[in-house]
């Protein structure tokens, strides 16, 4: 999956906490918003003003909260464990693994593989 497909699949997703997100699909989005960020806060600073920022986050925010679940889903752990967040750097840690973990391999408890039949492997 590319940049514009990953992006496209976040927005059209863009509430959607069920099923599954590969790897690529996360990364590409979250490069995505941090290259929005960037220009956001570029904008901001010849400005003088605060508001694009704030509302680009808060157009994110939903998105991004959803392709984090769906990652989480594809490594076979609840949405829930986003949580862990709040640990300030050991969970910042376990999510950084845990996003950069292959899915499991087949359908699992949340939904068939995003990357389809892969050889060898029933389902």
Known sequence: MGFAAAVS???SKYATFSGR????EYWWFALFQALV??????IEQQTDG????NLIELALVLPA???AVRRLHDIDRSGWW????VIP???WIVLLIW???QGTLGPNRFGPDPLGPRYGVAG
């Open 50 to 53: 605060g508001l694009i920022g």
């Open 37 to 42: 960020n960037i220009v956001a806060y570029g």
């Open 99 to 101: 996003a950069c973990t």
């Open 21 to 24: 997100a590969r790897r690529s």
């Open 82 to 85: 986003l949580l862990i967040g």
């Open 9 to 11: 699949a976040c927005f």
């Open 65 to 67: 909260l959803a392709v």
């Open 89 to 91: 750097v050991i969970g």
